[in-house]
């Protein structure tokens, strides 16, 4: 077993998107605190894989892999991963989806994960209705990285969003370079 | 005398107390919400050790537009 709790969930991710494919399925994208830890490469961590993937598929895969049911959660003992199911796609809809990132994990390993921008929004909402501190903190994270290493915050669309789900105020916070 | 833990120890015994306490309801996996405030400092801490490590294991897009996260590509232990 992975020693690394956050390679191991990587690495169950991109096995379980491979078979999933492999069988005619939609790869999973992960989203919500999962996708967090990934693009911050661990600086931020969770317990549990949070996916959108095709529901059939993926249940009778985590069944054939001796996941265990509870609630909405699937858990695997003995590799002490914890799958939450969120549902088949992504609530933001089409256009979230054509924005998706693919992650190569390593060589025929690849993971599909929500856009830096859709999780920022994730975020955002997290930190306005739900109350949860640290939010505001991981996407500006999330902002920096993407400013930093991976090219442009696409601004327009972020304001889009935003606007729709009336967190503009703690958008321009999150944008605003003081922590 | 000490008794002596080693970690391998440790690390099993809390992967099955996680597993009994979620089968029993009584745990939950995910993070959660925090709701009390955090000071401003550890918050710029937790900033500055993350974009440490973005530094350290800096993202890029390869020729195919695949994301490329290089911790994922160091050497695994275990």
Redesign the interface.
């Known amino acids: 077993m992975i020693e690394d709790p956050v390679k191991r969930r990587a690495t169950f991710i991109a096995i379980l998107s491979k078979e999933i494919v492999r069988r005619g399925g939609k790869s999973p994208i992960v989203v919500g605190g999962e996708a967090v830890e990934l693009y911050t490469q661990g600086s931020y961590t969770t317990g549990d894989i949070d996916i959108k993937s095709p529901r059939e598929m993926t249940t009778s895969l985590l069944k054939e892999w001796e996941f265990i049911k509870r609630g909405r959660t699937w858990f695997n003992k003995e590799l002490d991963l914890y799958v939450d199911w969120l549902g088949a796609s992504l609530d933001e809809g089409r256009e979230a989806e054509n924005r998706v990132n693919t992650i190569r994990v390593e060589k025929d390993l690849e993971i599909n994960i929500i856009s830096i921008e859709d999780l920022v929004v994730d975020r955002l909402n997290a930190a306005k209705w739900w109350g949860d501190v640290d939010s505001l903190m991981w996407a500006r994270v999330l902002i920096a990285i993407k400013r930093k290493a991976l090219g442009k915050i696409d601004l327009p669309y972020l304001e889009k969003r935003a606007k729709k789900e009336d967190i503009a105020d703690i958008l321009s916070k999150a944008l605003s370079p003081d922590i | 005398m000490k008794t002596i833990i080693g970690y391998d120890e440790i690390r099993k015994n809390a992967?099955?107390t996680?597993?009994e306490m979620?089968?029993k309801?009584q745990f939950?996996?995910?993070?959660g919400?925090?709701?009390?405030?955090?000071k401003?400092e550890k918050?710029?801490l937790?900033?500055e050790?993350?974009?440490q490590?973005?530094?350290r294991?800096?993202?890029?897009?390869?020729r195919n537009?695949?994301?490329?996260?290089?911790?994922?590509?160091e050497p695994?232990?275990?």
């Not at chain 2, 919400?33 to 955090?38: G, L, M």
């Not at chain 2, 294991?57 to 390869?62: E, H, I, Q, T």
């Open positions: 992967i099955e996680r597993a979620f089968e309801g939950s996996p995910g993070k919400i925090r709701k009390k405030p955090r401003s918050s710029a937790l900033y050790k993350a974009m490590r973005a530094d294991y800096r993202p890029r897009f390869d537009g695949k994301l490329i996260l290089p911790f994922f590509y695994r232990r275990g």
